[in-house]
């Protein structure tokens, strides 16, 4: 397997591999890293038996299958400038906004391409990773990774991009949470701390496949109770409304030619608050968005 462009993404594939306890198979797996992120690269060889770092892009082709493209969108034009991919490799596509006949024109080769969002839970074997299309070599990986989800065209893997675009509002409804029990005089590490806990424990319950979302939204209800309070007052049909337009508004983006992804991974900004920013929070540069 090769990786061109070893970032976060390319960090978390490896990470995921190769930290299998028991793995046989992802141990003996070779990784072929490109020179372009030396530094993650250089650190991924020396962690980890069997990662090397090539000499340069075209050596990762040579010696890969498949070959993990993931570079930044708008560097993909230098970075596989001249780069000849033989009809017979698996290219997986993890840049976003780059559609499979886009890179497929760059790269002049009509070698198989799927498009895949891998998110930073890949490192921890906990990632569904959307795939388009299908792809035995691809969908195999990734189900090494946590699972494959294949979807059938295009659009599908746009509305799951949209939903990938909600990651981050989720940590600032949580930083907000903290925020507010720091309001009442609670210490800072000991709101931090329960709010952390708090979700941890509520998310694992996500395991359980026998039951809707909805069904354990309302298993974590007391009629009258707290939770009904806050649901009923905050998390009103508007602000529903609300969402459902912001996620709509993002997939027309998304489904713009020429323009997809580069709202987050151009444009500098930080998570709004109320009160104010996400104090530290940088541009998105995942290709998650």
Known sequence: MGIIGV?????????GLRDASGASQEAETEVFLSPRGARTAAELSERYEGVRVCADNQEVVDRSE?????VRRQDRHEALAGLEVADGRTVVNVMAGVANDDLRRILATDAASVRAIPLPSV??????????????????????LGGAQPVEDETAFDVFSALTGTLTTHYAYLAALT????????PADHADRYVRGLFQGVGRTLGDGTRS????????????????????????????EDLTQALDDLLTHLK??????????????????????????????????
Do not use: M, Y
């Open 7 to 15: 970032g976060e993404t390319g960090r978390a594939i490896v990470t």
């Open 66 to 70: 498949p070959v993990i493209i993931a």
């Open 123 to 144: 490192r921890e074997r906990r990632s569904v990773t959307v795939t388009f299309p299908s792809h035995p070599v691809a969908d195999a990986l990734f189900e090494r």
């Open 179 to 186: 925020s507010w029990a720091i309001g009442q005089r609670i």
């Open 213 to 240: 979302l909805h069904r354990l939204a309302a298993d974590h209800e007391t009629p009258n109770g707290n939770n009904e309070r806050i649901r009923t007052t905050w998390f009103t049909p508007a602000n529903s």
């Open 256 to 289: 713009q030619p020429g323009t997809k992804g580069l709202l987050d991974r151009t444009t500098p900004k930080q998570l709004a608050l109320p009160g104010g920013p996400l104090p530290g929070a940088l541009p998105c540069a995942t290709s998650a968005g």
